[in-house]
């Protein structure tokens, strides 16, 4: 009843204000962008083996995905509510049914479909920059495009690897090297592509920032950004039973049950991470203050 009076009333929920400051969407984009600088590798798209398929959807399957569009969901940069994309499904089905297929052979993601940001505060009173949780705003049908990509991927992973964890802590889990993950198994052709070149711009109310392009990190708030993180850290696991590592997005914690004063194992098991970490160019925060407390 109240989800319906909400609708009715066209109600929302009150949040801190965010638009007081004309400068503050530049410096939320700064902000943002600011893990770029440190990032000296060029992107680039790996060769594809021969033998790999590349995925081709269906027109039923397109036609279904745009039939479950939720009609009541705010509208992306493009301005085209699911509304028409839902009602219309049967007339757009082939049509775009063409152009994921056409994205997917060529592993491009058309510009158009990336993301905006749409800062979100995490708490109030807001009293830093890191206040605001960057949110990636994509329109409907990129969403309904990456829904499509996700359940074939699904349907490839093992299952020890659970797709909508954002955390691994079984620590009975089979030989990892019986059940390779590695996205070069699954049909992932627009993985750099998603990943890389990314235009980003953040708006807040009427107003847009300039577009500045990234290479690193993942758009939150995207439906494969979930699965990705999950898949590219599948090898970051505890070795010892007696630990566990929990991972988040913006926030890794290791678990360690200590007795009689035997911290060998726990020890060993951070140096572990550290070094995957260093690995996987990710950089650790160790500061703890409360304007840094968001992971590495």
Known sequence: MWQGIQSITNYRLATPACDSDASLPDALNSFYARFEAQNDMTARKPIPPLEDQVLCLTTANVRKTLCRVN????????????????????????????????????????????????????KSPLSCLNDYCP?????????????????????????????????????????????????????????????????????????????????????????????????????CAAMHSSNHIIKFAYDTTMVGLISKNYESAYREEVQRLTAWCKANNLSLNENDGENERDGC
């Open 135 to 235: 949110i990636a705003l994509t329109p409907i049908i990129m969403k309904c495009f990456e829904r499509l990509i996700m359940r074939q991927i699904k349907d490839l992973l093992p299952p020890s690897l659970d797709p909508f964890s954002i955390q691994h802590n079984h620590p009975s889990a089979p030989d990892r090297e019986a059940e390779p993950a590695g996205h070069q198994h699954l049909p992932l052709q627009l993985d750099p592509d998603f990943l890389t070149g990314r235009p980003q711009s953040v708006w807040i109310r009427n107003s847009i920032t300039s577009t500045t392009t990234l290479n690193t990190g993942a758009p939150q708030g995207c439906v494969l950004s979930l699965l990705l993180f999950t898949l590219l850290t599948h090898d």
């Open 71 to 122: 009609p009541r969901k705010a509208a992306g940069p493009d301005k085209i509510p699911g509304r028409v994309l839902r009602e219309c499904a049967e007339q757009l089905a082939d049509v775009f049914t063409d152009i994921f297929n056409i994205s997917l052979s060529s592993a491009v993601v058309p510009t158009c479909l990336k993301t905006t940001i749409i800062p979100m505060p995490k």
